[in-house]
């Protein structure tokens, strides 16, 4: 069947994301919270569609009117939603023989970690509703987006610790994660970082945090050349993993380190994963997270632009989203032309 998984930057009809409401764990900071997914909803409508689902559309109509979105760029499905984080219930398209397969993989909370009945549906119900146009395929196996990067080429990048989380898939070995992922969306190789990783992170060292591949054989990552930082150690031993891989041309991927956001906590002290390699690429732009942190942001957003010649770089504010463990990309996730009705 030729399975392929496009890259981010190719192409795209739009973007899934679900609202933030008063079932969700952002309940007690709806006031901070809304103003950040208005604004990235406002951002990804000047260049592309948003698909929006919450349990009620009218009130959310209603925010978006204030926070001046283009509401014909926008689609609002009534569908409830345990939280927030479409880039992993959402679904993974894949190409097949070039046409657009929607691949439902199983989401269980990261590992069991939180509840997840309803968001491990939203796929399902949106094809019932008739937003979503090619065949949808449920699959058994366990897999969130922000834990596979594509280059569209047949290369994979993965952390061991996700893939091979033993609350995820425990009957399959590595060997057989790697199969799977070649039948199921066109893997001709996985790269395996075995270090890396965030304090605070809940998704067992996803590589959207902490990697990503770029155009041009190039990947941009989170980098510490803080030695005092908890980050140091893990980061360098990524680094060097990262240094170790080839394109699929054989030639050294180019590397382009990004800055570590100072250190925030919440009120319990508890570090919270701030990265900038959870950028989120759209057709002419890639939305960029900041975190009130003026010279390592801007850092960020003039790195990352070295990666995206030619494509708008949009700062988006994200410091409340730590607040619930994740940032920009984790909250989106891109459906390739083709998807939408």
Same mark, same amino acid.
């Given at each position: 069947m030729n399975p392929r998984l496009p890259a981010e930057w190719e192409i795209q009809d739009g973007v899934l994301m679900a609202w933030p409401h008063e079932g969700t764990d952002w309940a007690y900071m709806l006031d901070d919270i809304r103003p950040v997914f208005a604004d990235i909803i406002r951002h990804i409508t000047r260049f592309e569609r948003v698909l929006l689902t919450a349990p009620h559309a009218a009130s959310?109509?209603?925010?978006?009117?204030?926070?001046?979105?283009?509401?014909?760029?926008?689609?609002?499905? #009534?569908?409830?939603? *345990?939280? !927030?984080?479409?880039?992993?219930? =959402?679904? %993974?398209?894949?190409?097949?023989? &070039?046409?657009?397969?929607?691949?439902?993989?199983g989401f269980n909370g990261w590992g069991l970690k939180?509840?997840?009945?309803? @968001? *491990?549906?939203?796929?399902?119900?949106?094809?019932? +509703? =008739?937003?979503?146009?090619? &065949?949808? *395929? !449920? %699959?058994?196996?366990?897999?969130?987006?922000?834990?596979?990067?594509? @280059? =569209?080429?047949?290369? %994979?990048? !993965? !952390?061991? #610790?996700?893939?091979?989380?033993?609350?995820? &898939?425990? +009957?399959l070995d590595k060997s057989e994660i790697e199969q799977a992922l070649a039948s199921l969306v066109g893997a001709k190789r996985v790269l395996w970082l075995t270090h890396g990783g965030l304090a605070g992170d809940d998704t067992d060292s996803h590589i959207d945090t902490l990697a990503r591949i770029c155009p041009d054989n190039t990947i941009v990552y989170q980098a510490c050349n803080n030695p005092l930082d908890e980050h140091f150690e893990s980061l360098k031993l990524m680094e060097s993993e990262l240094k170790s891989f080839t394109a699929p041309d054989g030639s050294p991927y180019k590397l382009i380190p990004l800055p570590l956001p100072r250190a925030i906590f919440d009120e319990e002290a508890h570090r919270l994963p701030a990265t900038y390699a959870n950028f989120l690429i759209i057709n002419g732009a890639v939305l960029v997270p900041t975190y009130r942190d003026s010279e390592n942001d801007l850092m960020a957003l003039e790195r990352i632009g070295q990666a995206f010649p030619g494509r708008e770089i949009v700062a988006i504010d994200c410091l409340p989203l730590l607040e619930q463990h994740g940032s920009l990309h984790c909250v989106t996730m891109q459906l390739p032309q083709g998807v939408l009705a």
């Open positions: 959310v109509v209603d925010y978006l009117v204030e926070a001046c979105v283009e509401l014909t760029r926008v689609r609002i499905y #009534e569908i409830p939603n *345990n939280d !927030t984080w479409a880039r992993d219930f =959402g679904p %993974i398209t894949v190409l097949f023989n &070039n046409k657009p397969v929607l691949m439902d993989f939180f509840p997840a009945n309803y @968001d *491990n549906v939203i796929s399902k119900s949106l094809k019932l +509703q =008739g937003a979503l146009l090619p &065949n949808l *395929n !449920t %699959i058994g196996l366990i897999m969130e987006g922000g834990s596979i990067e594509s @280059d =569209g080429l047949g290369t %994979i990048l !993965t !952390t061991a #610790e996700c893939l091979l989380s033993p609350n995820r &898939n425990p +009957q």
